[in-house]
């Protein structure tokens, strides 16, 4: 089995900061992708940003030079950094893993439950 938690959401400021971390653990042989979605209400899931196991990032428009994506290879971790902090980045925050679990299966998608982030004054 593959584990996917998040952690870090809240409510925060307009322009404010937080600090989004995922930690991946459980059966895991290799982790290739990791990346955050978010989901407003009403909205599709879209996602905020991603990164390779080898570093290479990308993130969306909305988000690109506000927030920062970043992973431990040794942890299996995971973060998400936000800065300069807007109403509409108001969502659930998803972390997603592309994982093999052992040689002998495929490689699939793991999502975590997900958590609130809030911005509003």
């Known amino acids: 089995q593959v584990h996917v938690v998040e952690s870090g959401g809240g409510l925060v400021q307009p322009g404010g900061s937080l600090r989004l971390s995922c930690a991946v653990s459980g059966s895991i042989f290799s982790i290739y992708a990791m990346g955050w979605y978010r989901q407003a209400p009403g909205k599709q899931r879209e996602l905020v940003a991603n990164?390779?196991?080898?570093?290479?990032?990308n993130y969306a428009a909305s988000v690109k030079g506000r927030f920062t994506i970043s992973r431990d290879n040794t942890k299996n971790t995971v973060d998400l950094q936000m800065n300069s902090l807007k109403s509409e980045d108001t969502a659930i925050y998803y972390c997603d893993a592309l994982v093999r679990p052992t040689r002998w299966e495929l490689t699939k998608d793991y999502w975590g439950q997900g958590t609130q982030v809030t911005v509003s004054s």
């Open positions: 990164i390779t196991s080898g570093g290479s990032t």
